[in-house]
């Protein structure tokens, strides 16, 4: 498994995933992925990233998540290179998400460790992540990488639990 930047060659594994992950009717996360229309390639690509802040955003890359072996795309990262202050409420440096078909494989503790990798790279000492109580999944996979619990916090009626992760040099 390895994170890769999307690419032309990669558009039927990109068609596969999203497909799936729509007729699922769930929340697509990361935002990154679900912004804007995977139908319209071009315009798709260029908004994977943002280059430069915002009111309401950060400079982020965006990474999918390939099976080699398997050639598919298992899940999608997206990592905020610093935190403004609604970030650092909720949100947090990597939001991530598995497409239903691959959840509870192991898929997105292996996941978060390479954009743990990425954000080592990015110079990102301590990562915050975020997530809803009720998603055990998601908060396993970010003990499994080191997590540990700050506090909880309600969000638009939902309690999130805001997690940090020294990365290793």
């Known amino acids: 498994m390895k994170l890769i930047k999307l690419e032309e060659k990669y558009k039927p594994l990109l068609y596969d995933m999203m497909d799936e992950w729509y007729a699922y009717g769930e929340k697509i996360v990361p935002y990154a992925i679900r912004k804007t229309d995977y139908h319209d390639f071009e315009k798709y690509l260029e908004s994977l990233e943002v280059k430069a802040e ?14 080699e072996e398997r050639n598919i795309f298992v899940g999608a990262v997206n990592i905020r290179h610093y935190l403004n202050e609604s970030l650092l409420k909720n949100g947090g440096h990597i939001g991530d998400g598995i497409r239903p ?30 997530c ?14 080191g997590g540990i619990l700050e506090n909880e916090i309600v969000v638009d009626g939902v309690v999130e639990q805001r997690y940090w992760i020294t990365v290793k040099r």
């Not at 915002?54 to 099976?67: G, K, N, R």
């Not at 691959?102 to 990562?127: F, H, N, P, Q, S």
């Not at 809803?132 to 990488?145: R, V, Y």
């Open 101 to 130: 078909s691959e959840r509870r494989k192991g898929y997105a503790t292996k996941m978060i460790g390479l954009a743990l990798e990425e954000c080592k790279m990015l110079g990102i000492d301590k990562v915050l992540m975020v």
């Open 132 to 145: 809803d109580k009720n998603n055990i999944g998601s908060a396993k996979s970010i003990m499994n990488n």
């Open 54 to 67: 915002t009111e309401q955003s950060v400079p982020d890359s965006t990474y999918f998540c390939l099976d």
